[in-house]
């Protein structure tokens, strides 16, 4: 089989299952295939939660670049896999651009797993001006604190954005995802006027 015919039958995200099926061949086919798939730069490998092998296998992989969850299973002990592997070419993706990413996505694993880029941040004017332009600066400020309580060693918060973050007097509370809300991290709540939608359980990731 030539490996377009063969891209074009497993393209996308694939387990060893998966392709077994798709091609109809056995385990031991199907792990060099997949072999051969890499050995031409078309398959980019991951492992789920439970250590599980993930295949990304697009022509798209060829040509490099790199993805917001390329960044954040990279820096984070808690690992995306996805189907939406948008690939960014031709610039460097920052730490701060790929933390406002995973907020914009609302979804849980994606944020909870964006806190291990908070101990990675270098540049705090530009993550105030991307959390800014997106209305996302108490957002940002809230899962910071968090991260704080989570990972050793994060880096303290900028006076520069703490002092704007904070600067206009807010009331109203904000939901990370709507309607959820936890009982654990009251005090980070009440200073950045937002709901953490983590429990004490969801964040036993960081404490391995």
Do not use: C
Not at 129 to 149: F, H, Q, T
């Amino acid at each position: 089989m030539k490996v377009n015919e063969l891209i074009e039958k497993v393209n996308g995200i694939q387990t060893i299952e998966s392709i077994k099926n798709a091609l109809n061949v056995d385990r031991t086919r199907a792990i060099y295939l997949i072999y051969r798939l890499r050995k031409n730069g078309y398959v980019i490998t991951k492992q789920d939660s439970n250590n599980s092998r993930i295949y990304f296998i697009s022509k798209q992989n060829r040509l490099g670049g790199t993805s917001y969850i390329d960044i954040i299973n990279e820096n984070s002990p808690i690992k995306l896999s996805s189907s939406e592997v948008y690939k960014i070419y031709g610039r460097n993706v920052s730490i701060e651009e790929t933390i406002v990413y995973a907020l914009k996505t609302h979804r849980f694993r994606y944020i909870l797993a964006s806190l291990g880029l908070y101990k990675k941040i270098n540049n705090w004017k530009e993550l105030y001006r991307l959390a800014k332009k997106n209305d996302l600066i108490r957002e940002v400020g809230a899962l910071y604190y968090l991260s704080r309580m989570i990972i050793p060693r994060v880096k303290k918060m900028s006076k520069f954005f703490e002092y704007h973050a904070l600067l206009k007097n807010e009331n109203k509370y904000r939901y990370i995802i709507q309607n959820l809300k936890s009982k654990d991290f009251s005090s980070i709540e009440e200073k950045w006027k937002v709901f953490i939608p983590f429990s004490n359980e969801d964040l036993v990731g960081y404490h391995k």
